[in-house]
């Protein structure tokens, strides 16, 4: 069956480290992934694309990482700050209808 | 300014009522979307209109039916409710004819049915 699934485990880390955010599928062909952060009360926000022939994207202080053979991308944040605690969604569409398939999030805590 | 606005933020209701909830976008997105989130934080499309077209319709009770009058709004009614509604609903835009897409959310409502 066709899965999505990220870190169940809410993360804990350190200030200033960087922190790593999985996220695995199954049985998919994505034409591209996406990344959002969801605070408490609030909708989910736009973070980052990647589209299937891309390895690597950055912006600011956020990286995906984009690897089709194992079926995995990779979402770091460097430099983390408290104001990064939130919740980290990923996200893939696979075809022309736009219909975006989504992970279960996982909870990111950056402990001053 | 409000990006994607969606009325009310708050709903509580008893069983077998009949509700609306309101969305507006002001981004000139020619798509909308209808999202359940339930209380294990997984985000579940409903519906999906473009141009006022319905475009997605995944597997919900037909208790649910989407409205679209114009391609800036997206309302949803609930006829009967049953306590497993229960959930944040969101409401989210994009614009398919550009290929952008980056969905926009709005700030949810969320339905507590007693």
């Known amino acids: 069956s066709q899965k999505i699934e990220q870190n169940s485990e809410a993360l804990n880390i350190q200030e200033g480290k960087t922190a790593t955010l999985t996220c695995n599928y199954t049985?998919?062909?994505?034409?591209?992934l996406q990344w959002y952060r969801q605070d408490p009360g609030r909708g989910p926000v736009f973070l980052l694309l990647i589209r299937e022939n891309e390895k690597e994207k950055r912006k600011e202080r956020l990286k995906v990482t984009f690897d089709t053979t194992l079926k995995q991308s990779l979402f770091h944040i460097t430099a983390s700050q408290p104001a990064d605690s939130a919740t980290y969604l990923c996200?893939?569409?696979?075809?022309?209808?736009?219909?975006?398939?989504w992970g279960l999030g996982t909870s990111l805590a950056v402990n001053p | 300014d409000t990006a994607v606005s969606q009325t009310p933020k708050y709903l509580v209701t008893q069983m077998g009522n009949d509700k609306s909830i309101k969305c507006e976008q002001n981004l000139g997105h020619d798509t909308m979307y209808w999202y359940k989130q339930d209380s294990k934080k997984f985000l579940k499309i409903m519906f999906s209109?473009?141009?006022?077209?319905?475009?997605i319709n995944e597997t919900v009770p037909n208790r649910f039916s989407p409205k679209s009058p114009d391609k800036a709004h997206l309302n949803l009614h609930i006829n009967s409710l049953e306590l497993g509604d229960s959930a944040v609903y969101f409401c989210a835009s994009d614009e398919k004819t550009r290929g952008t897409e980056t969905q926009y959310f709005g700030p949810g409502t969320r339905l507590l049915v007693l």
């Open positions: 049985n998919y062909s994505p034409a591209y």
């Open positions: 209109y473009n141009n006022k077209e319905l475009i």
């Open positions: 996200a893939l569409s696979t075809g022309n209808n736009r219909k975006l398939i």
